[in-house]
């Protein structure tokens, strides 16, 4: 199975004009009329917008986590509430919400921000949120070699808000756990009571 861990290396912008072309073409095949003034410029608009949402196929999410740190901090550190985008695999429609990750290093530690940038290598792609949990959990797990890892992902699903079945505001919580998580029940319950929004 492709994972995000072959990660492609397509550069959407080297492709613009074939996606131009093809935004244009679905445009006329759902009876749009792609001459008048509104649409002129949304085949260009639509591309520059997979630019950003689709960025993730640039980037290898291993050295979005670049920059460690040699430090001998034994507890639980958590970077709660970052926020991300993302586009669902099998309708092509946004869904979003929160990465909540803790961990517990040993011997090596991250740039706080280098935690959101792997959240956008891995989320700025088609998706699916049970994916985008275990690749932060695994990937964590490879490049830090923590003791233990603990990923919780909120989502909301435009798939099913906006069409389909319907239930705006319905929520999908996902979690993955490694290493010393997986058998300690009260440090997932701590990690559990931290991310909650006071
Ligand atoms: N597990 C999982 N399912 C998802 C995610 N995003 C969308 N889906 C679901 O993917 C499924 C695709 O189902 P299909 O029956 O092939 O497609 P569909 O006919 O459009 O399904 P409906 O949404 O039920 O109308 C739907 O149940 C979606 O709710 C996700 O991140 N994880
Ligand atoms: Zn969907």
Redesign the pocket.
Known sequence: MAGIKDYTNVKVGENRDQIEYHVKEILKLIGENTEREGLLETPARVTRMYEEIFAGYSVDPREALGVTFDENHQEMVIVKDIVYY?Q????M?P?FGKVHIGYVPSGKIAGLSKFARLVEAITRRL??????TTEIADILDEVLKPTGVMVVVE?E?L??CA???KKPGSK?I?SAVRGGFRHDAPLRAEFMSLIRNH
């Open positions: 993302s669902c695999e099998h309708h429609a869904f998706q699916v949120q049970e994916r985008i989502g699903h798939c099913m069409r389909g079945v999908t996902t």
